[in-house]
């Protein structure tokens, strides 16, 4: 496989679209069964794609859709980056994880906050705090899943922030008698505000 050029470890002709691109990666790395150096060697490939493609661009020679994202490390580095990697770290954490773009962190952000605001609204706090939550919780399905297509990553990453941010809030407040009520602030308040930081992380960060 290493003979091949990156083209035809994807199993792409030359002058293939991004979106082809991008779906031979996922079907090439899904027909590997979980082989971490095969997948390694496909994203190398996959980067080494984009690479060229952006040189072409700042040549001026195509456009590139707004929605592509650049590997930072050029190719030649990237096998030794990734070696490193998984010696020392769980082999699912990067297939789990990223680092948003600007836009996709700014549009998480703004509507987490928009949520949290509403919280603080008295009229909220007695009737509509539930249906918050619940918005909230269905944006993090809609963020998530929009990236790749994993509903049961966004399902399963929800559901965690939700109920660990229901759990923790708790003993915060009962147990450990955080005293919240001192700054006019209702425990449940106070649970809506760590669901929604919950929300956001694992909106913003989970692939």
Known sequence: ????????????????????????????????????????????????????????RQQGKIKVPDGI???EKLPTVLPKFTALSVANSPS???????????????????VYAVLS??????????????TLIALGTGFSLYFINHKQRRFKRALLGSLIALVLGTVVAGLLVNYAHLPVDRIGMHGEVFAGLLIFLLLWIVSSFTK
Do not use: H
């Open 1 to 56: 496989m290493s003979q091949q050029s990156p083209y035809e470890q994807l199993g792409v002709a030359e002058d293939a679209t991004f979106e082809e691109i991008q779906a031979a990666k996922q079907r090439v790395i899904a027909q590997l069964s979980g082989d971490r150096q095969l997948q390694d060697n496909v994203e190398a490939a996959y980067d080494a794609i984009l690479m060229e493609r952006l040189k072409l």
């Open 69 to 71: 994202r650049f590997p």
């Open 92 to 110: 699912w954490l990067g297939d789990t994880f990223e680092r948003p773009s600007q836009s996709g962190i700014l549009t998480t952000s703004g």
């Open 117 to 130: 605001g509403a919280t603080f609204i008295p009229s909220v706090v007695d009737t509509g705090l539930p």
